[in-house]
């Protein structure tokens, strides 16, 4: 906020809910306005995975022996609790391993499911569909005149089946994740205007959706990946909508393992889920993606004249989160 040129009166909070952090602030800000605490808001999330620093614990004696124990936290800050059951402390990617073993999911699948997913990142960029949704970044050079970063950098183009099937599982020696139908290693940043309706009557805005709720739900930690279900079914059953009566579904893509049985345990279909690609081809800096797929689905209703749209997403260790948004 202190290096956006807002007024230094204007509050600001960070949320931390892992992957669901951007999605989170949206929620928040949505709640704040029913509550009457303000209405106007922006909500959103950054996430610089090529940054994320290493960090370590401090010596429970002093003058310690022995090298100290460090973990790199990009993705989260990786000392479990001693106290949790040994499956809850297993790493992301194994999770994925747990959730593909769960539902039969076959490497094949997973694979077809990555493949089409840049695919349709492919087309959708050929086609320009992302430009009104990206904010083009001008880096300065040592030499010579700036870089402008205006496209993703993470698709990658003719990627097929056949070229990811000779990738080797990350995870485990005879699993099925690879790098290839996992989501990135990526740097990212989004941001909403979230307003009430009467705020945006007398500002004169023209609102683009409007967020008609959302919920979250816990999982077992092993089993984060399957969390958009349960979170979806609440947030469904809080507001009194049908699966069918969705029109356009943004799922964030963690891994293949898991996007393929939310799908198939929430009855979607794939030819309505991420229709631009999701976050194997776009990436996922974590504490981005929840705004990201925000933004990219109000576009895409907008795009395609839908009523309804939905936006979900895993959590790691062990929560779904999940946004309704409507177009009158």
Same mark, same amino acid.
């Given at each position: 906020?202190l290096r956006?040129?807002l ?8 949320v931390?809910?892992?992957c ?6 949206l929620?928040?800000?949505?709640h704040?306005?029913?509550?009457g605490e ?5 909500a959103g999330?950054?996430? *610089?995975?090529? #940054?994320?620093?290493f960090?370590? @614990?401090? /010596?429970?004696v002093?003058y %310690?022996? +022995?090298h100290?124990k ?11 609790n001693?106290a ?21 999911v ?7 499911f990555?493949?089409?997913s ?7 960029m ?5 430009v ?9 050079q040592?030499?010579?005149?700036p870089i ?13 089946a056949e070229?990811?099937?000779r990738?080797?599982?990350v995870f ?13 290693i990526?740097d990212g940043?989004a941001a909403?205007?979230?307003? *009430?309706?009467e #705020?945006?009557k007398?500002?004169? @805005?023209? /609102?683009m959706?409007r967020? %008609?709720? +959302? ?5 077992e930690p ?6 958009p279900?349960?979170a979806t079914?609440k947030?469904l ?5 049908l ?13 293949a393992a ?6 198939n ?10 229709v631009?690609?999701?976050a ?5 800096p974590?504490?981005?993606?929840g705004?990201?797929?925000?933004v ?8 395609q004249?839908?009523s309804r749209g ?17 177009i009158?």
């Amino acid at each position: 906020l202190l290096r956006a040129g807002l007024p230094v009166e204007v509050p600001g909070q960070t949320v931390n809910r892992l992957c669901g952090s951007g999605m989170q602030a949206l929620l928040s800000c949505f709640h704040a306005i029913q509550a009457g605490e303000g209405d106007v808001f922006i909500a959103g999330g950054v996430e *610089s995975m090529s #940054r994320s620093p290493f960090v370590m @614990l401090k /010596p429970e004696v002093g003058y %310690a022996r +022995g090298h100290p124990k460090t973990a790199d936290t990009v993705l989260g800050w990786r000392f479990p609790n001693p106290a949790f059951a040994p499956e809850w402390t297993i790493g992301l990617g194994e999770t994925a391993e747990v959730i593909a073993e769960e539902f039969g999911v076959s490497r094949e699948a997973q694979d077809a499911f990555a493949a089409e997913s840049q695919q349709r990142a492919e087309r959708a960029m050929d086609a320009g569909v992302f430009v009104d949704e990206l904010v083009p970044v001008s880096v300065p050079q040592r030499k010579g005149d700036p870089i402008l970063v205006d496209t993703d950098e993470h698709p990658r183009a003719d990627t097929t089946a056949e070229a990811l099937a000779r990738l080797r599982p990350v995870f485990r020696e005879n699993g099925s994740v690879t790098a290839g139908n996992s989501s990135g290693i990526n740097d990212g940043a989004a941001a909403l205007l979230i307003v *009430s309706a009467e #705020r945006g009557k007398e500002l004169n @805005l023209e /609102p683009m959706a409007r967020i %008609a709720g +959302g919920a979250v739900a816990g999982v077992e930690p092993h089993r984060m990946g399957i969390g958009p279900v349960p979170a979806t079914r609440k947030a469904l059953a809080r507001h009194g909508w049908l699966i069918d009566d969705i029109d356009i579904v943004e799922l964030n893509e963690a891994f293949a393992a898991q996007s393929i049985p939310c799908i198939n345990e929430l009855g979607l279909d794939p030819e309505r889920v991420n229709v631009n690609g999701g976050a194997i081809a776009l990436g996922h800096p974590v504490g981005c993606s929840g705004a990201r797929i925000v933004v990219t689905l109000v576009h895409q209703m907008k795009r395609q004249e839908a009523s309804r749209g939905m936006a979900s997403m895993c959590i790691g260790v062990g929560q779904g989160i999940t946004s309704l948004l409507e177009i009158a």
